[in-house]
């Protein structure tokens, strides 16, 4: 299966555990992985036997942006099931970091990574 790749995309949100993260907000990281076949592409040079990335980015910054959740985790998942519902999405890897998380003398970041899988409609 062939991938596209979105990496470091960056937005202003409201997800976390502390009250102050979901009222002042920080800045989150998502990269992405989708996963679908990109052969017609290869060969037809026509952006509709692909994905246009750009919805995919649209996407996530939607989320990240008016979701408020308390578990990042939550985030990701919100993004892989909506990425899962663009066409041609087949699987989806998902890494969402919380760049500066409030926690007293720790200057790095934290990251969730989850993949999920399209399920087959009954």
Partial sequence: MDCIYLSN???????????????LGQ????????WLDLSEAGKTDALEHTLDYRNAIATVQQLVQVTKYALVERL???????LLELQRVEQVKVKVSKLAPPIPDFSGK?????????????
């Fill in 9 to 23: 995309i960056r937005c202003y949100g409201y997800t976390g555990f502390l009250p102050e993260e979901q009222i």
């Fill in 27 to 34: 800045w989150f990281e998502v990269d992405v992985t989708l």
């Fill in 76 to 82: 990701a998942e919100t993004i892989a099931t909506s």
């Fill in 110 to 122: 934290i990251a969730v990574e989850i993949t999920r899988i399209k399920q087959p409609q009954s």
